[in-house]
């Protein structure tokens, strides 16, 4: 079959599809306008306006065009969806003319009256009506509705009662004057078309429809849930349904195929695992039914089932949870890889049976991409590899993305399928080399390899025990010189090359001083792990710290201190550490003092160098799908350290807390920056550690938190809220903190030392804590997708002497802690005689 395309000057585009077996011609119109993309103000009026213009245009009045068409025996029809709005006529190729004719005065012609507006509205109106008396339909309807957040498939395609009752005449012309235009539309003409015979007469019929400026669509992606739910959509329907809603993916992004045969091996076909389950061995439902609901914008598939008569509701959707996690950590064979593969391209194949089918395929894809990319689809299906399905499975079939959805007369045992919903999947403790491994080195580098399947990329962390924390207050910011100038050049590329060549492979590169530790990272795909490897032992063993690059850093970083002044918000948290630790303290600022950072030279770099970055003082973590043998002969290949005599540092905190504890610095601002803190436990207490970061987020730390309501919302006293609490190895501390306007900046103080008190005499709710609890488990699962975050957290921990083990346990360390522990705590550290406070205005 020949596809071709043309513009006309207006932008009117014109897709060709030539098959001359059969003497018809398909003709499908589309404007770019649907439910999706309508204002707020026109909901509906992109399917109400599809309506409207078969009622009356300059050529075929008084509904004339539908009995036009009939007499040149041929079918016309129409339909609106989220992004477009396709007209559509089928009919002898004799009377190919005559069809461009008929769409030429549907798209620019259309003159209803009054009379057939308000006649067409009832029509709609009763439409809805019924579309609404339809179970499955309008339960589809209000899962898009509670599902999605921000994307505009969450609105109706035919709109809503109160937007349709509220039309007028005069709001659907402006509305299809705007629309309507060609550079918003584009034709598709398939069948038998002889040679150019087509130009011509499209010429003639769109050649002077004038375009016009529209605004541009803006593309929502990834608004998928980050928890799994369950709700009951209450409906007086004599049958019960369940669904089971998964994301799915926009046409345009790169896993959109993968997710496609991924969703059809799990619940589309007779073939399907939820099928053969459910239906042909435990012969619970009638069916299995998955509806679509993306195209532009990544969306949703919901998966509909039909329960017989009598099934256990609960039973179906504890069987549906069993056999998701199973194609979570299995996926699926090569087998049924490759038949999955085969129908669908089979199903491809058949589209070029009829004309009509294969115009709607080019439509739908030009709609969301470009119609050529049919033709790629069953390259794009037979490329499709074990591991691109095992990533996307992974990533989209996980349990915090399902929502599951029951309607009729039957409810769920809520809390039977909310108990497997929010439980965790239980962490293979046992080292495997298979999952895990772990060695030393002969120079005594330790090495941490962890698997993650499916996953694209490799994160790499190098981390070295050393920090702030080993400064004195003669040298407080000679490690941040330190790490930053690794960066700057070795001894096989000089400081442009290393960039040029980070670029080139596709290397992310990055040096990070953290409070305890300073890590070298890098995230590369799987097939430059050799590359990156050797690129990190060339920054980290063999640097020629050029004396260029070490003037320009220093000033540089002098720099950023004067200019820090200029931020009252980092300024003021500045102030705050220097009344609670003291002006000279190690912990206030990884880089140091500007008095101090002038005096360094480079041969005190050069030394701190030779004392702390030494293999025994160094973890390496890498983290992603490789191979654990080759990864461990490049460790062994690249790092290779000189024989040296290592003395491990003591990192030590400099704490010289002021006297006073209450200051306030003018800025002269009409704000106040309110900071009040105090010393907490520290890092080695695990669960105090654990316990105090729950309660900081519970007081401070999303949009629900205690002082976010009581400042926020109550009073609008401020728009910036927060709290967080910080430790290391020997100390930790915790700061309150808002923005406010100077007049309010003593009511607000006493909101937070009143909030403070009140959870030291009352302490936290049950429900504060449970909610907390189930934030952070989101939050932990959203940090597991990153390997490099994996990575450097495998580093830190086997840093600071903690290990693996200790990582496994994290989920058990927050189960563990209760009210009483929360408790203990605020009454240990909120005591109002510890508190220090700053406010600068």
């Given at each position: 079959?020949?596809?071709?395309?043309?513009?006309?000057?207006?932008?009117?585009?014109?897709?060709?599809?030539?098959?001359?077996?059969?003497?018809?011609?398909?003709?499908?119109?589309?404007?770019?306008?649907?439910?999706?993309?309508?204002?707020?103000?026109?909901?509906?009026?992109?399917?109400?306006?599809?309506?409207?213009?078969?009622?009356?245009?300059?050529?075929?009045?008084?509904?004339?065009i539908m009995n036009k068409v009939t007499n040149l025996g041929g079918t016309l029809n129409a339909y609106t969806e989220f992004d477009s709005t396709c007209f559509y006529v089928t009919l002898p190729s004799k009377f190919t003319e005559e069809g461009i004719e008929i769409l030429s005065e549907l798209a620019r012609e259309a003159n209803f009256s009054n009379t057939d507006f308000e006649s067409e509205k009832k029509v709609v109106i009763e439409e809805?009506?019924?579309?609404k008396n339809e179970p499955e339909d309008s339960f589809i309807e209000e899962i898009a509705?509670?599902?999605?957040?921000?994307?505009?498939?969450?609105?109706?395609?035919?709109?809503?009662?109160?937007?349709?009752?509220?039309?007028?005449?005069?709001?659907?012309?402006?509305?299809?004057?705007?629309?309507?235009?060609?550079?918003?539309?584009?034709?598709?003409?398939?069948?038998d078309i002889v040679g150019n015979e087509l130009d011509d007469v499209i010429e003639r019929y769109f050649g002077s429809w004038k375009p016009?400026?529209?605004?541009?669509?803006?593309?929502?992606?990834?608004?998928?849930?980050?928890?799994?739910?369950?709700?009951?959509?209450?409906?007086?329907?004599?049958?019960?349904?369940?669904?089971?809603?998964?994301?799915?993916?926009?046409?345009?992004?790169?896993?959109?195929?993968?997710?496609?045969?991924?969703?059809?091996?799990?619940?589309?076909?007779?073939?399907?695992?939820?099928y053969s389950r459910l239906f042909t061995k435990e012969k619970l439902i009638d069916g299995v039914r998955v509806h679509s609901l993306s195209g532009i914008n990544d969306g949703a598939s919901v998966i509909i089932i039909l329960p017989k008569q009598n099934a256990d509701l609960t039973k179906i959707s504890k069987i549906f949870l069993e056999e998701l996690k199973l194609f979570?950590?299995?996926?699926?064979?090569?087998?049924?890889?490759?038949?999955?593969?085969?129908?669908?391209?089979?199903?491809?194949?058949?589209?070029?049976?009829?004309?009509?089918s294969i115009a709607s395929s080019l439509g739908s894809e030009e709609i969301l991409s470009s119609y050529q990319k049919f033709f790629e689809y069953p390259e794009m299906i037979r490329n499709i590899s074990d591991n691109d399905l095992k990533r996307v499975i992974s990533r989209y079939f996980s349990k915090e993305h399902?929502?599951?959805?029951?309607?009729?007369?039957?409810?769920?045992?809520?809390?039977?399928?909310?108990?497997?919903?929010?439980?965790?999947?239980?962490?293979?403790?046992?080292?495997?080399?298979?999952?895990?491994?772990?060695?030393?080195?002969?120079s005594g580098m330790r090495i941490l390899l962890r698997k993650v399947t499916g996953k694209p990329t490799i994160g790499i962390s190098l981390s070295y025990e050393v920090s702030q924390l080993n400064e004195t207050t003669d040298n407080l910011g000679i490690n941040y010189l330190t790490s930053a100038l690794l960066l700057y050049g070795n001894e096989k590329r000089n400081y442009q090359q290393f960039v040029n060549y980070c670029t080139s492979n596709g290397i992310n590169f990055g040096i990070s001083p953290q409070s305890e530790t300073t890590l070298v990272s890098a995230k590369c795909f799987k097939e430059m792990l050799p590359a990156s490897l050797e690129l990190l032992s060339d920054v980290v063993l063999r640097p020629t710290f050029p004396m260029e690059h070490f003037k320009n850093i220093k000033q540089t970083t002098k720099s950023s201190m004067d200019r820090a002044k200029d931020y009252p918000q980092h300024n003021s948290a500045l102030?705050?550490?220097?009344?609670?630790?003291?002006?000279?303290?190690?912990?206030?600022?990884?880089?140091?003092?500007?008095?101090?950072?002038?005096?360094?030279t480079l041969k005190q770099v050069k030394e701190w160098y030779a004392k702390h970055y030494q293999p025994e003082n160094l973890s390496l973590a890498i983290a992603g799908d490789f191979n654990f043998d080759d990864a461990l002969r490049l460790c062994e290949s690249n790092f290779i350290f000189e024989k040296n005599n290592f003395s491990h540092s003591i990192q030590n905190t400099i704490v010289n807390s002021s006297k006073i504890k209450q200051k306030i610095t003018k800025r002269g601002m009409d704000q106040a920056i309110i900071m009040i803190g105090g010393f907490a436990c520290s890092a080695n207490e695990n669960m105090k550690n654990t316990a105090f970061h729950l309660l900081s987020q519970i007081i401070g730390?999303?949009?629900?938190?205690?002082?976010?309501?009581?400042?926020?919302?109550?009073?609008?006293?401020?728009?910036?809220?927060?709290?967080?609490?910080?430790?290391?190895?020997?100390?930790?501390?915790?700061?309150?903190?808002?923005?406010?306007?100077?007049?309010?900046?003593?009511?607000?103080?006493?909101?937070?030392?009143?909030?403070?008190?009140?959870?030291?005499?009352?302490?936290?709710?049950?429900?504060?804590?449970?909610?907390t609890k189930n934030f952070i488990r989101g939050q932990r699962l959203m940090e597991q997708e990153s390997v490099l975050n994996l990575a450097q957290t495998l580093s830190i921990l086997e840093s600071l002497g903690l290990g693996y083990s200790y990582y496994l346990k994290r989920d058990e360390r927050l189960d563990n802690v209760d009210v009483k522990m929360l408790h203990d705590l605020a009454s240990e550290y909120f005591k109002e005689e510890n508190q220090f406070i700053h406010v600068m205005v």
């Open positions: 079959m020949k596809v071709t395309s043309n513009k006309l000057n207006n932008k009117f585009k014109v897709i060709t599809a030539r098959d001359n077996s059969n003497p018809l011609v398909c003709l499908q119109l589309y404007i770019r306008i649907g439910s999706a993309w309508e204002e707020n103000n026109e909901a509906g009026y992109s399917h109400l306006t599809e309506h409207l213009v078969f009622k009356s245009t300059k050529e075929f009045p008084q509904n004339a809805l009506k019924q579309f509705a509670d599902y999605f957040t921000k994307n505009p498939y969450k609105k109706p395609i035919i709109g809503n009662l109160n937007s349709l009752k509220k039309a007028d005449p005069e709001s659907l012309r402006k509305f299809y004057k705007k629309y309507y235009v060609p550079n918003n539309s584009f034709l598709v003409a398939s069948g016009s400026q529209l605004k541009e669509q803006i593309r929502i992606s990834n608004n998928f849930p980050t928890s799994p739910t369950l709700k009951y959509i209450k409906k007086d329907i004599s049958s019960n349904m369940l669904a089971f809603v998964i994301p799915d993916l926009a046409e345009t992004d790169p896993d959109a195929y993968v997710l496609s045969l991924a969703t059809k091996a799990f619940a589309i076909g007779k073939n399907s695992r939820l979570l950590t299995n996926g699926i064979s090569d087998n049924e890889l490759e038949d999955n593969k085969k129908e669908l391209v089979y199903f491809y194949r058949y589209t070029f049976e009829y004309i009509e399902l929502y599951i959805y029951c309607t009729g007369r039957e409810h769920l045992h809520e809390k039977e399928i909310n108990k497997i919903l929010v439980e965790k999947e239980i962490p293979n403790n046992k080292i495997t080399e298979q999952t895990f491994f772990e060695t030393r080195l002969d102030l705050f550490k220097e009344l609670i630790f003291g002006k000279k303290s190690n912990l206030n600022n990884r880089s140091g003092s500007k008095s101090i950072i002038h005096k360094i730390g999303e949009s629900d938190s205690i002082l976010f309501t009581e400042l926020r919302e109550k009073r609008g006293l401020a728009y910036s809220v927060d709290f967080s609490y910080s430790s290391v190895r020997t100390t930790g501390f915790w700061v309150a903190s808002a923005v406010v306007d100077k007049s309010n900046k003593d009511e607000a103080v006493r909101v937070i030392r009143d909030v403070l008190q009140n959870i030291k005499k009352n302490g936290i709710t049950q429900k504060e804590l449970e909610t």
